[in-house]
């Protein structure tokens, strides 16, 4: 989504009193295991946008998309979208992937850490996918400083300076600089923990793989945002991509590689809780929520 503090990038995502999920309105954390790893997908905020070409489906006529959103069960006037996170219990590193809008927008992200057993001096590292506002807004608190004071904060060399090029992240660039890490290229960046640069989004959007004990869960940041349209339709232009033909490859590439692996996938912006895997679906894809990862 849009860069974080820009007015805009709220006007098209009021809280939504009901999401597909449902999305609950409270702050919620949902347990899953990885292997011999605990995580809990952690609730953030919830938004809808209208089905008016100008945000999802560029230049598709308005009816084609309606006739997609209501043959994936939505309504056909509007988007629904989740916003999540997700909290990973690695060895001696809590970790926190996406940090959602941040409590002025509404986000509830700080108090769903809680509803996960977890305090936020105790989190240790966070990875940014990037550095549009609700995936990096969380990292501050209400009063401007750090939500995560001992947290190392982890993103692509070239999303840190993206962020640094928007003269409406200024507060939030000198606040995080500190604890900033950067990384250049795909790798484990933490035991069980690989970062895998997927750029078309933002110049340094990145997607990460959580293994234990052989099983995978793999991020998809922002290279999806849509259940039915992203997957359905991966060839659909969204206008927070800054490079929309590679944000269209690097959607089609990876859904064809999530859909051949079979791994587990945190889609923050899907139905809640945001856990599933991706099959081929006719010319697209489809999503399948994860049976055994259900909101208490």
């Known amino acids: 989504m849009r860069p974080i503090l820009l007015a805009v990038a709220i006007a098209i995502a009021a809280p939504a009193a009901a999401q597909y999920g449902p999305q609950p309105a409270a702050p919620a954390a949902v347990p899953l295991r990885i292997g011999v790893l605990d995580a809990f997908v952690l609730r953030d905020a919830g938004f809808t946008a209208p089905n008016d070409g100008k945000t999802f489906a560029l230049g598709v006529d308005t009816a084609t998309v309606a006739r997609a959103l209501e043959a994936g069960g939505g309504k056909g006037d509007t988007i629904v979208l989740g916003v999540a996170g997700l909290l990973v219990k690695l060895p001696g590193h809590p970790t926190i992937i996406d940090t959602g809008l941040g409590p002025g927008p509404g986000g509830k992200l700080a108090q769903s850490v809680g509803a996960a057993g977890m305090t936020p001096d105790k989190i240790t590292d966070i990875f940014i996918s990037h550095s549009h506002g609700d995936h990096v807004g969380g990292v501050l608190d ?155």
């Open 142 to 296: 209400a009063a401007g400083g750090l939500a995560f004071p001992k947290a190392t904060i982890h993103m692509h060399a070239a999303e840190w300076a993206f962020l640094q090029a928007n003269p409406a992240n200024a507060k939030l660039a000198a606040a995080i600089a500190p604890r900033v890490k950067t990384f250049n290229k795909a790798g484990e960046i933490l035991p069980g923990l690989e970062a895998l640069p997927n750029p078309g989004h933002t110049p340094g959007h990145s997607v990460y793989r959580i293994t234990s004990r052989g099983q995978h869960l793999r991020t998809l940041g922002d290279t999806a945002h849509s259940h039915i349209l992203s997957l359905g339709h991966p060839e659909w232009n969204v206008a927070f991509d800054t490079d929309k033909a590679a944000g269209a490859a690097a959607r089609a590439r990876t859904l064809a590689d999530i859909a051949a692996s079979g791994e587990r996938v945190f889609a923050p912006h899907f139905p809640w809780p945001s856990i599933g895997t991706i099959v081929v679906k006719g010319e697209g894809f489809a999503w399948v929520p994860d049976a055994g990862v259900k909101a208490p």
